[in-house]
């Protein structure tokens, strides 16, 4: 069974910079065709994404969004980390991590979702 | 990234099909997914690969693309299935999602 959880600050300032973790279970991040994302929702919005990492090490942004964010493998072998620096209030939302499943160039899907973590920026 | 976009809002009446379109330049060539969000819940995939349902969904869901427009159909629609229904697709390595569709089952 497939679980993910988002954990990291709920509320940062202006400027700063968000550091998010991802920590999974049920499957490995080494395994072939595996990926794990990042999908953010503003309040009363639609859903946004942001970035990829594959189970190969391949990391894809969001274009718009590409110059403040990074994304890497955690300390541990089930966790998988987001930055976003430059934070603003119009950053403010609900953030998502997501298991991915690879089938090759565009057959790609979010499979299983976190529960979700509200980060809040402002002053 | 990849531009999609979805009807604000579809009402139908219980046990009635609805319809959700999702539109996009040469869409037709890319796989769609749809994904149902309850008021305070995270998304959860209904639909991969344009037509596929994932172990747990009913099959009154069914997906179809061409052209430039996904559809994502709920046949005999119940009071559950009241939700936001957001598509979403791949340019090249991007991802992209709809603004989402509120469905209202009246």
């Known amino acids: 069974q497939i679980a993910l959880k988002e954990s990291g600050p709920t509320v940062v300032k202006p400027t700063q910079t968000l550091t998010l973790t991802c920590t999974f279970s049920?499957?490995?991040?080494?395994?072939?065709?595996?990926?794990v994302g990042w999908i953010r929702q503003p309040p009363g919005k639609a859903l946004e994404w942001l970035a990829l990492?594959?189970?190969?090490?391949?990391?894809r942004f969001s274009p718009s969004l590409k110059s403040r964010l990074t994304i890497t493998k955690g300390t541990s072998k089930n966790q998988v980390v987001l930055t976003m620096n430059n934070m603003d209030p119009i950053d403010t939302g609900t953030y998502y991590c997501?298991?991915?499943?690879?089938?090759?160039?565009?057959?790609?899907?979010?499979?299983?979702w976190g529960q979700g973590t509200l980060v809040t920026v402002s002053s | 990234s990849y531009e999609l976009t979805q009807p604000p809002s579809v009402s139908v009446s219980p046990r009635q099909t609805a319809s959700i379109t999702c539109s996009g330049d040469k869409l037709g060539d890319k796989y769609v997914c749809w994904y149902q969000q309850k008021p305070g819940q995270s998304p959860v995939l209904v639909i991969y690969?344009?037509?596929k349902r994932p172990s747990g969904i009913p099959e009154r869901f069914s997906g179809s693309n061409s052209g430039n427009t996904a559809t994502l159909t709920i046949s005999g629609t119940q009071a559950m299935d009241e939700a936001d229904y957001y598509c979403q697709a791949w340019d090249s390595t991007t991802a992209g999602f709809g603004g989402g569709t509120k469905l209202t089952v009246l």
């Open positions: 990492l594959y189970w190969d090490d391949d990391k």
């Open positions: 997501a298991h991915l499943s690879s089938y090759g160039s565009g057959m790609n899907w979010f499979d299983s």
């Open positions: 690969q344009d037509s």
């Open positions: 049920g499957f490995s991040l080494s395994t072939h065709g595996v990926g």
